[in-house]
């Protein structure tokens, strides 16, 4: 089982920018595909981007790109979403997740808050 550990959450101004990072660890060979989601309360899970572990192919959800960057760093399997131009919409539990190939994000971490304040 991978096991996922996140950390870069926080308070932040709008227009400000944050750095989540996911370091896995486990059996992290049986990831194909690491991604970002958010849940803010009252709201259904959002997917946010992705990256293909193999490949570093990246894939954005219409509601972010244009600001928000993933990225993976393979010699410390860490995968960063990099947040520019936050909004308080924004505010929300963000959890990284993998899933392996031809399955389901099925892989959690414990999840990070960001706030993003007016």
């Known amino acids: 089982q991978v096991q996922l550990v996140e950390s870069g959450g926080g308070l932040v101004q709008a227009g400000g920018s944050l750095r989540l990072s996911c370091a896995a660890s486990?059996?992290?060979?049986?990831?194909?595909?690491m991604g970002w989601f958010r849940q803010a309360p009252g709201k259904e899970r959002q997917f946010l981007a992705s990256?293909?572990?193999?490949?570093?192919?990246?894939y954005y959800a219409d509601s972010v790109k244009g600001r928000f960057t993933i990225s993976r760093d393979n010699a410390k399997n860490t995968v960063y979403l990099q947040m520019n131009s936050l909004k308080p919409d924004d505010t929300a539990v963000y959890y990284c997740?993998?899933?392996?190939?031809?399955?389901?994000?099925?892989?959690w971490g414990q999840g990070t808050q960001v706030t993003v304040s007016s």
């Open positions: 997740a993998t899933r392996s190939r031809g399955g389901e994000y099925d892989q």
């Open positions: 990256i293909k572990w193999s490949e570093g192919t990246t």
């Open positions: 486990g059996r992290t060979f049986s990831a194909y595909f």
